[in-house]
């Protein structure tokens, strides 16, 4: 079992919905990320939180608005999404961003389909 | 422009016999790389990783291998076994994570 948790695990929604992404990890890390992977592609980094502050912004279009209530949890707000950000949203956390020898551990993903 | 590669996107390998997992990088300020594993309908699993100050990392069956004059690391799986079978992503980093973009490991029984 993953120690990484994100629900919901499909999600399809419309162009006017708004939806949102969770995820939560009780390993003690103290930074969490988003990744966005479409299919036959690596994952691609959306976000980093770090002491649950926002410290890397991959030039993300604002219909994605993550958020870090605490150091636990991790949302990614969604709203007015385009077909083409259909994908598969994986969480992460690791004991530190920018830390040496600190790997990433990731959720199992939200499929997410915008019709 | 991708930092990391790896050129195979597949690869079959009957069992018990050594899989060969190839991958190169571009950055020479990479100092910490990694392999994850990846099964249909789940997120990638960290398998092994190596400093930039070592060239051998050894886990059971999986050892990591890198050669930082070429730019090219590599996972060994001794020996292969059918649950193997996953696609595999090297990584690197250097203040961020880059992956490659993946190799299919097919271990036939």
């Known amino acids: 079992d993953t120690e990484v948790t994100q629900t919901p695990k499909h999600l399809v929604m419309g162009m006017t919905n708004k939806k949102s992404l969770k995820c939560e990890q009780h390993?003690?890390?103290?930074?969490m990320y988003w990744y966005k992977q479409k299919a036959k592609k690596p994952p691609e980094l959306m976000f980093v939180?770090?002491?649950?502050?926002?410290?890397i912004n991959e030039s993300v279009p604002s219909r994605f608005s993550p958020e870090c209530p605490n150091s636990s949890l991790l949302n990614l707000h969604l709203h007015a999404l385009q077909p083409e950000d259909s994908a598969l949203y994986l969480c992460?956390?690791?004991?530190?961003?920018?830390?040496?020898?600190?790997?990433?551990?990731f959720g199992n993903g939200t499929r997410l389909t915008v019709t | 422009d991708q930092q990391v590669k790896q050129n195979s996107p597949s690869l079959s390998v009957q069992e018990g016999r050594i899989s060969i997992l190839n991958c190169d990088y571009t950055?020479?300020?990479?100092?910490?790389f990694l392999w994850y594993k990846k099964y249909p309908a789940e997120g990638p699993t960290f398998l092994i990783s190596?400093?930039?100050?070592?060239d051998k990392n050894e886990d059971g069956r999986f050892t990591v291998f890198l050669n930082k004059s070429a730019k090219h690391l590599s996972l060994h799986i001794v020996p292969s076994q059918p649950g193997d079978s996953a696609v595999y992503f090297c990584a690197a980093s250097a203040h961020k994570f880059y992956f490659g973009s993946g190799t299919k490991l097919n271990v036939k029984p």
């Open positions: 190596i400093s930039s100050i070592k």
């Open positions: 992460a956390s690791s004991q530190a961003h920018d830390s040496y020898n600190s790997p990433l551990h």
């Open positions: 390993m003690g890390h103290r930074a």
């Open positions: 950055n020479s300020m990479f100092d910490y």
């Open positions: 939180y770090s002491y649950e502050k926002l410290s």
